[in-house]
């Protein structure tokens, strides 16, 4: 099938290489010329493990191509992917002017039948809007459907996501693109839940609220973990057994980040509030996950006593493992607050260094994470590279002005840790 996608961002990227190596000719749109001319020389502007090969291959084969121009996908595809950001405005709601701008010239572009679906997370109601957008822009005769399919990949994962997903939902109000959705993912082995448009957009929002309610659940438990002297971890095991829990999501530590859990979550509690619902549940998780991060820097402030002029060393700066990505990551604002009580930072991360030069500031960034220790008070772990499972941890005490190790990703056992001589403070966990 000939498949056009607009954006190509990180969820149009992954989306098109992915639709090209499942045999479609796809053709990616952005609107970002250096981005086009990049991606033509087979440069892949995002670090995704995986990524940049599928582009390879796919270009190389023929079945995956770039332009700057909405029009040559218009043209070429019958099932136009609107995958461009929606980034959030002051009061939390999503920018929705990029998915009126680019339905409009769609339609003025459409010449025959086009399946218009989509794929940014959009607030319910997004769907009419697009449709009516068309319907008062395209030629006379011309028809046309709106279909929403949300994306749940998830960063550092995203190929896997995409190719092996627990669902596809296609939310459809015609026969004509629920066959034409469906044969596009054919080859994909997953249920596909085809449901109204509505509802399919509601279903974004959902999912990842949930998993943020999961996740700052969790932190409020380790919470009484802590005044308790129990185990978060042996808790989460306990209740992730149950099936109807689930074992995901479940993990404690300095609380969400990334530019989707909580710019959907402020953008959920909005659209509830417009519709006529206060989703107080949603508020307090939001709550809870700031909190987790000023409980975190409480922790290292009671390790040390005084952090002013104290050299912190900082191990993982990007919100999550296997990505590049800083942006809304937990270490932004421990950093900051750290930095305020007088802190001086060497940081080490695998792959965001770049990233997270640009957006902090006076900070000495190493090439190592040894680098980072050397005459550091104390290590803070904040990104769980499984990398630093492998570090030699005797070399990082004597490294170290103290052997002291704050893990906000509760990467190592209390008892292992004080086996290697190092006290050790996580999350939820008594300390060692
Ligand atoms: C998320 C959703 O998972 C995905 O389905 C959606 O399409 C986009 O948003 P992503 O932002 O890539 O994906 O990251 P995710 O793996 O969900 O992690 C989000 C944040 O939660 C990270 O900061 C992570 O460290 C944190 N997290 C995750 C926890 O603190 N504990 C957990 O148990 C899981």
New binding site residues.
Partial sequence: MNVGIIGAGYVGLVSGACFAELGHRVVCVDNDETKIKALKKLKVPIYEPGLTALVKKNVRRGRLTFTARILDAVKKAEVIFIAIGTPPKDNGEADLTGIESVARTIAKGMRSYRLIVEKSTVPVDTGRWVKHTVSINKRKGVTFDVASNP??????QAIN?FLHPDRIVIGVESARAQALLRKLYQGIDAPILATDIKSAELIKHA??SF?AI??SF??AVARVCELAGADVAQVARGVGQDRRVGP??????????????PK?LDAFVMIARKLGYDFDLLKEVKRINEAQKALFVKKIEDQLWNIKDKTICIWGLA??PH?DDMRF??SLDIIQALQAHGARIKAFDPEATAKAKRVLRNVTFCRDPYEAAAGSECVVIL?QWPQFKELDFKRVKKLLRQPLVIDG?NMFTPSGMKRLGLRYVSIGRASA
């Fill in positions: 994306e749940f990949l998830r960063e550092g996501d999912s990842n998993l999961k996740i969790i932190n995901g999501f479940l993990e404690a530590g300095i609380g969400f980040g990334g530019f989707c859990l959907d919100f999550k990505t990551a937990p990104t990703r």
